[in-house]
């Protein structure tokens, strides 16, 4: 009994019966650089954002405008790359949106919107020719 008891003694000895402290929080700051923004040319938008109609629309917007986003034609009717009449421009979301004619990213969107959704027939000429 003797043994016993001086082995019990023995082993609470050995075992720490302290409560283990709580971890310490690590917080780690990381700088996070600012987003790089890289914005496309209209002519590079063109083949990013429609690639499939992309070769025909550039040769359309060349004939029409020489990708100059103000151009205007017949005495100012037509107006911007894709040379929109205002009725036609109304047709599109861009339009209906508010959005300028002479906004060069507006103006390639509506004008896929427009072959696609009215068809090439709003450019009977540059469209026959590309």
Do not use: H
Not at 118 to 129: A, F, K, N
């Amino acid at each position: 009994m003797a043994v016993l008891l001086a082995a019990v003694m023995l082993v609470s000895q050995a075992i720490d019966v302290t409560p283990a402290a709580e971890p310490e929080t690590v917080i780690e700051t990381v700088e996070v650089e600012e987003p790089v923004v890289v914005k496309l040319t209209p002519r590079e938008y063109l083949y990013a954002a429609y690639p499939s109609l992309a070769r025909r629309l550039d040769c359309m917007i060349r004939l029409e405008s020489t990708w100059y986003a103000a151009a205007s034609g017949a005495g100012g009717r037509y107006i911007g790359l894709a040379q929109f009449d205002r009725p036609t421009w109304a047709e599109t979301p861009q339009g209906a949106a508010g959005a300028s004619r002479t906004d060069p990213y507006a103006s390639i969107d509506a004008m896929a919107w427009g072959v696609r959704n009215l068809g090439y027939g709003r450019w009977p000429v540059t469209s026959r020719r590309c």
